[in-house]
């Protein structure tokens, strides 16, 4: 919020067919095209079957639109996925426990102050303070969290709080009468449209639209869709106000992913007005580079780019336009591949301020904003679904790793920045006090933690996250349960409910990091066949009630460099970044937490950085050795540093949580540095 490598992508870009061996065993090779189904450019309104709609939006009329393109991958529904027993699972449900701590009264007082209404509720801190310009957004996410927690967790509690602020929204949009739906009042908008100094009010209708709209689609809600419908009209009105140069320079103001909600009303409702305010927010200055695959991003501030990008992808899966595909294909590949760290974050300062494949200086207190992988995540998603290309997945499942997982902590505090320079810790907010754009996004985020493994093109399972977990497919009959300790154990296991014999291929993706010794059992016999790094493996059978089969993944350790100087690499293990425990001394929790009352702070003291991560290199160890690092017996993922003057020892980043760490390992042969390599 700004208040003010994996495969290179030239690699990504050029093998567009990936191998699937099958076993029992009908070899087949499935094509992955990369822009798959283009449709006719233009307008919307397509009735060609769209694959993404049902799995989305409840009851959908055939004469309502869809999507011209037609996705070679949709996501099981919420409701049909749930985990088990592990560390996402844990995570989730202390993700439940803090938002059933958020009282309803206090999340909705400022909406019924703006809207003249009485409240005796203790107004909340940080940016959801009276006197904050951005004051309703967390509100916005809360909703989104209880509609996809209810979803995904069938947690019954969370319909009815969601329920309740959209009831409580309702009075406030009534009582305001012109549709609009704020905390703050509509002299925010006309400061905008004046060009004077605002926060960002469309961020933060765009948060309560999205709220809304979830509220709809997992709890059927149908009042929240009605809010959803007036906050429209207002925009279109205020909008068509506006000629485009004042539009434009409106734009220049973060407005979140107005784009995408004002699509998506379209696509459940139908009413074409809202496509057409869609297209309002839309800047041909920032799409056009893209489009034309030139990297302009530098200078930008990051997260308020991502979301107009998954407004231009859900424009392109409406309209089929290639133009759309291009720009969220192009950034997609560029924020991945040459401006992001090995955890499959980006960001620095909240901007991209280098140029491609430069991140030499970006090591600080304030990398990767949070949200900026949230978003991120959400357009992989997208880009997955339009070509079944498991390689995205490779993304996804290290950047849930090594992002997102390990940014909240026991009691479901979340993070803003996660730093990625030596010596620092991770930094919380305060559960009544912070309320910063990433507490929200983080909300959200631990409320839908399966919605990624399991995917079908109506006919086949795709298998692309190894996490406990079980997916049910009514219409085939057909329940899958994955059991797995990963990653501290290389094997997966998949056991298979079928009312009737299930006829049809289950994908397991086989990631890019795997290494050698990769292995298939089914039905306790090893199956002579596997596949390559990068694709999926896809076992075609008629399935039968208790088959079951194992998957053996082994991971490797390797180091990877920062992008644009070989001496700084971070050390991996399969999809994994290692920090270096570098141990508490001096933290106290004032400096891990922010405040519970006064002005928020968004990341720790800056002057406390302590521990080193320079590796002396012995004789024969080149850059890319990994001979510096050695696992430590009888403990799973777990590394010590060989022939270091002060040994450290290394595990999963995402579970370093109230210490120092450190990510990148600046190499030297002992005595000198790299200087002329
Ligand atoms: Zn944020």
Same mark, same amino acid.
């Given at each position: ?6 495969? /290179? =992508? ?38 060609? %079957? ?10 959908? /009329? ?96 969370? !319909? ?46 765009? !948060? ?43 734009? !220049? ?9 004002? *699509? ?59 133009? *759309? ?69 490779? *993304? *996804? ?45 983080? %909300? ?158 968004? %990341? ?40 270091? !003057? ?22 030297? =042969? ?8």
């Amino acid at each position: 919020m700004s208040s003010k490598k994996g495969i /290179s =992508r030239r690699q990504f870009v050029a093998s567009a067919v990936w191998t699937a061996v099958a076993a029992e065993i009908a070899p087949t090779i499935a094509s992955a095209a990369l822009a798959p189904g283009l449709g006719a450019n233009g307008g919307p309104g397509g009735q060609e %079957a769209g694959a993404g709609q049902a799995s989305r939006i409840p009851p959908v /009329s055939p004469a309502l639109p869809q999507n011209r393109v037609k996705l070679l991958a949709e996501p099981f529904p919420l409701e049909n996925v749930r985990l088990l027993e592990g560390p996402f699972l844990d995570a989730a449900k202390v993700n439940l426990g803090y938002l059933l701590s958020l009282p309803e009264d206090r999340l909705v007082h400022n909406f019924r102050v703006n809207a003249g209404l009485p409240s005796t509720a203790q107004p909340l801190g940080g940016w959801e303070a009276p006197e904050v310009e951005l004051r309703g957004h967390f509100t916005g996410h809360y909703l989104s969290a209880c509609g996809l927690g209810y979803a995904s967790l069938g947690e019954e509690q969370l !319909k009815q709080r969601g329920d309740a602020i959209v009831a409580d929204l309702a009075k406030c949009q009534q009582g305001l009468g012109n549709g609009y739906l704020s905390a703050f009042p509509t002299s925010f908008f006309d400061r905008l449209k004046a060009g004077l100094g605002v926060w960002a009010p469309f961020y933060t209708l765009h !948060k309560i639209m999205a709220g809304c709209l979830d509220m709809y689609t997992y709890c059927h809600n149908n009042q929240a869709l009605a809010i959803a419908e007036g906050m429209a009209d207002w925009t279109g009105k205020w909008a068509a106000g506006l000629d485009d140069n004042v539009m434009q320079r409106a734009l !220049k103001t973060e407005w979140g992913g107005m784009n995408e909600s004002l *699509y998506n009303l379209y696509a459940i409702t139908g009413n074409k007005e809202y496509f057409a305010t869609g297209r309002r927010f839309e800047k041909p200055s920032f799409f056009g580079p893209l489009a034309a695959h030139r990297d302009e991003l530098k200078g930008l501030h990051v997260n308020t780019h991502i979301p107009e990008v998954i407004g231009a992808a859900r424009l392109y899966e409406l309209t089929g336009d290639p133009y *759309y595909h291009e720009v969220a294909n192009y950034f997609w590949h560029e924020v991945t591949s040459e401006r992001s760290y090995a955890t499959g974050g980006t960001s620095n300062g909240e901007g991209w301020d280098t140029d491609p494949g430069d991140m030499s200086k970006a090591l600080s207190l304030w990398s990767e904003e949070c949200c900026c992988e949230y978003n991120t995540l959400k357009l992989t998603r997208q880009l997955y679904s339009w070509s079944a290309d498991p390689r995205y997945m490779d *993304y *996804y499942e290290r950047t849930l790793f090594n992002a997102r997982m390990g940014t909240q902590d026991a009691a479901g505090m979340k993070m803003y920045y996660t730093p990625m320079q030596t010596g620092f810790w991770r930094f919380f907010n305060s559960r009544f006090n912070s309320f910063w754009c990433c507490t929200g996004t983080g %909300a959200e985020e631990f409320s839908k933690l399966s919605d990624s493994i399991y995917f079908h093109n109506r006919s086949d399972v795709f298998v692309n996250l190894f996490i406990p977990s079980q997916v049910r497919w009514p219409e085939k009959g057909l329940t899958i349960r994955q059991e797995t300790r990963f990653p501290d154990r290389e094997e997966t296991a998949f056991l298979i409910q079928a009312a009737q014999p299930f006829d049809g291929a289950i994908n397991i993706r086989v990631p890019s990091w795997i290494g050698e010794g990769a292995s298939v059992q089914l039905n306790e016999q090893p199956l002579p066949a596997f596949s390559n790094g990068g694709s999926y493996l896809q076992i075609r059978r008629k399935w039968a009630n208790g088959d079951r089969f194992i998957v053996k993944l082994p991971m490797t350790l390797r180091t990877e460099a920062l992008l644009g100087d070989p001496t700084q690499r971070a050390a991996m293990y399969g999809p994994l970044v290692l920090a270096g425990r570098l141990g508490t001394q001096g933290l106290t929790k004032q400096m891990q937490y922010d405040h519970d009352q006064g002005p928020t702070d968004l %990341a720790p003291p800056r002057a406390a950085p302590e521990g080193s991560s320079e590796i002396a290199l012995a004789p024969g160890q080149d850059l890319r050795s990994i001979g510096w690092l050695k696992p430590v017996e009888g403990q799973p993922v777990t590394f010590e540093t060989v022939g270091q !003057k002060t040994p450290v020892t290394l595990i999963p980043f995402y579970r370093v949580i109230g210490e120092r760490y450190a990510i990148y390992w600046k190499l030297a =042969r002992s005595g000198r540095g790299f200087e002329g390599v």
